[in-house]
């Protein structure tokens, strides 16, 4: 090739990934028509870029043609680094990885058993020197991009208060405004659904529902290839009544969701256990691989319990799969038989045909490679956001109906409430996904 074929290669190059970055993921044949480029040059260039890792591929959205439906090019920004947090009362864990999920560095502390709640001051001190250690890891040369903290607690959209430590500034007590980058705090299950999404098994569809149950039980949604969060509360099923009458659970009500399909129910129920010598998360798997009659049904439960509280939100969304997450502490084959038992029961055959339930692929990841892919804008969100709340519009009533007097409440279910759905999409979305 000559030097203005080099040159003009170079530009037909830029001119892929311009149009790839301003239009969202494209087809070859989309790319051949936006770029008036040859055929040849296309596909060339798109195998070149894939094997330089400035592409990758991925499955289209919908497909109603015949065969194999064209898998779609999308860029990735080359040196970009996000710092993911996980904080349960299991474990803390902060790792920094790529857009193609790369792991450069990790750092993992299991809680010890008198650790308090993970929002708790002594434990997040604990959170920082891990997080510490690891951007150490990483060393010098990695610039960290965007830090995501994965709390357990809902989170609001508008203000990014942790709701159930509203007084707790997570970032600050991480340490994390010293990192001169874009700071945000989100729920721990909505995480392990953008993980998922971007690096797991939700890389086939764009329309799923994530479940876990360890340590709580928790829904993420993704719709339409973004995560839902509502007004800060989508997926929070852990508060639904699934037993009439059942025990008291910590929120007040009886019978939720939280007092059978989570990590502490099932420890709860496991009375043959040697706290002292055993994790209760090694007792399940060890009395479960025994055969032990007790431990299967405990598990079952949890499992049709999960599933009997998502089935209205599956009837609701008609999703394209459920997806389970599958973190190896709990044995998830009784887990999956109880969701499906439930699905079967509680919704029409016709929503439940054809509907996968299978397990996430993140492993003990999702939450930590979750918060990376958000930093990161690989999946953008949506959620309600009360402070850009447009105004009203007018009340079919009558302007005079509406009294400056009358509070704005959030659950009022009046159209301030719904006129607050606002879509926004990140900004580094835009360039990347
Ligand atoms: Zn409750």
Redesign the pocket.
Known sequence: MGRGGAVLRQLNREKVLRVLAEQGPLSRSDLLERTSLSRTTVWSIAAELLDEGRLRERPPAVHGGRGRPPWLLQVVAPHRYALGIELSSEVTRALVATPDGTVVSEVVDEAPPDAGEPLDESALRRAAAVTARCLERAGPSVEICAAVVAVPSPVSPGSGTVLRAPHVDVPHLLGLDRLGCEVVVRNDADLAAVGEAAFGAGRTWRNFVHLSLDPGPGAGLVLDGALYRGRGFAGDI??VRVVDGGPV?????RG????VASADALRRGLWTRDPRTEREAAVLQRLYRDDDHGTRGLLLDAGRALGRAVSSTVAVLDPEAVIVADRGRIPLAPIREGIEESLARFVSPASRRGLPVVPGTCRERDIALGAVALGLGLVPEVAADRRETPAPPPSPLGSTSRSTAQPASPNSGSSTARAAATSQPRAATQASS
């Open positions: 852990g508060h659970c910590w929120c007040g009500n939720c969701l939280s007092t």
